[in-house]
């Protein structure tokens, strides 16, 4: 199936990388948001990312312009119907992205796919709540997408080959490289990664390290480009929370309880970089441990 429109549901830090990275692949975009603020800040940051392309030689001026101007912004989400693909990337939180589907679907195209930038709620459940479970799967970006290669293709139990082979597609038109995944908690990347972080997070709970001593041993003694502490600020201390307990409630094993020192952290609203401080601080000239 061709996809020529997609819709994109959410225009936070995911969803507008996901929108940059479809109009500069050649697609139409509609990007949603139940916040105007959202929307412009997301079209604000898509802009200044290209622009920076553009400075670096990676991008024309021409095929800048051309691509913003294949990005509308709505806030009605009935308006997602005339697409061909959904990418849904709001908030991680399961109720709020089964009322999305539930809102969305009497508005689709019979032969819409419908696709979630979940990084661990079950594929299978958020689909079996629609009306085309075969037509729906996991369409998985990592953070930063215009920058990172990879794309997460997650099959739910009921998707069909077409849909499977339509967004791989898809992924191959944005020059990004899919790994495909089966349908159980976070899925591949975050299976292995956030336990990582919240091990991290024990550590400097436990005061076997500072903030700036993880972060510095993880870099230098592993080769990480960034520490854990500074990766989970950068992917947001409420998704980080939320995948830990898809994890630790879907495959109910005490392994995965989430530290009580990230829960304090996301009580605190102290989300990390979007909201200006996590483990560190952003809001001087450099950051700052805040532990
Ligand atoms: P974010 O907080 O930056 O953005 C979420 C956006 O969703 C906000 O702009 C919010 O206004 C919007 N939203 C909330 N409810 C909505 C609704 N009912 N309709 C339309 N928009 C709504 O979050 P994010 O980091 O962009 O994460 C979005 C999704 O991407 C999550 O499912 C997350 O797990 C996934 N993801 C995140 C990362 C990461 O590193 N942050 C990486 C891969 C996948």
């Known amino acids: 199936?061709?996809?020529?429109?997609?819709?994109?549901?959410?225009?936070?830090?995911?969803?507008?990388?996901?929108?940059?990275?479809?109009?500069?692949?050649?697609?139409?975009?509609?990007?949603?948001?139940?916040?105007?603020?959202?929307?412009?800040?997301?079209?604000?940051?898509?802009?200044?990312?290209?622009?920076?392309?553009?400075?670096?030689?990676?991008?024309?001026?021409?095929?800048?312009?051309?691509?913003?101007?294949?990005?509308?912004?709505?806030?009605?989400?009935?308006?997602?119907?005339?697409?061909?693909?959904?990418?849904?990337?709001?908030?991680?939180?399961?109720?709020?992205?089964?009322?999305?589907?539930?809102?969305?679907?009497?508005?689709?195209?019979?032969?819409?796919?419908?696709?979630?930038?979940?990084?661990?709620?079950?594929?299978?459940?958020?689909?079996?709540?629609?009306?085309?479970?075969?037509?729906?799967?996991?369409?998985?970006?990592?953070?930063?997408?215009?920058?990172?290669?990879?794309?997460?293709?997650?099959?739910g139990i009921a998707t069909d080959k077409p849909t499977y082979d339509t967004c791989l597609g898809v992924v191959e038109k944005l020059g990004k490289t899919a790994a495909s995944s089966e349908d159980f908690p976070a899925f591949i990347v975050n299976r292995i990664l956030m336990p990582m972080i919240n091990e991290a997070v024990y550590t400097l709970y436990e005061g076997v390290g500072g903030v700036t001593s993880i972060d510095t041993s993880m870099k230098l003694g592993t080769n990480h480009p960034m520490g854990p502490l500074e990766l989970a600020d950068f992917i947001g201390l409420d998704t980080c929370l939320a995948i830990m307990n898809v994890l630790h409630d879907g495959l109910a094993d005490t392994k995965y309880r989430p530290c009580p020192l990230l829960t304090k952290y996301v009580e605190a609203g102290w989300l990390g970089r979007k909201t200006g401080r996590g483990f560190y601080d952003y809001r001087g000239e450099t950051p700052v441990p805040t532990r």
């Open 1 to 155: 199936m061709e996809i020529r429109k997609v819709g994109v549901v959410g225009a936070g830090q995911m969803g507008n990388g996901i929108a940059h990275v479809m109009a500069a692949a050649g697609f139409d975009v509609l990007l949603n948001d139940i916040s105007e603020e959202a929307l412009e800040k997301g079209l604000a940051t898509i802009t200044k990312n290209m622009q920076r392309g553009v400075d670096r030689g990676k991008m024309d001026q021409a095929d800048m312009d051309a691509a913003l101007a294949r990005i509308a912004t709505t806030q009605k989400l009935p308006d997602l119907g005339e697409t061909d693909l959904v990418i849904e990337s709001a908030t991680e939180r399961e109720t709020v992205k089964q009322a999305i589907f539930e809102d969305l679907v009497p508005h689709l195209q019979p032969h819409t796919i419908l696709t979630s930038n979940t990084s661990s709620i079950s594929i299978t459940r958020l689909a079996s709540r629609t009306d085309r479970p075969e037509k729906f799967m996991g369409f998985h970006f990592m953070n930063p997408v215009p920058i990172m290669q990879l794309v997460e293709l997650i099959r």
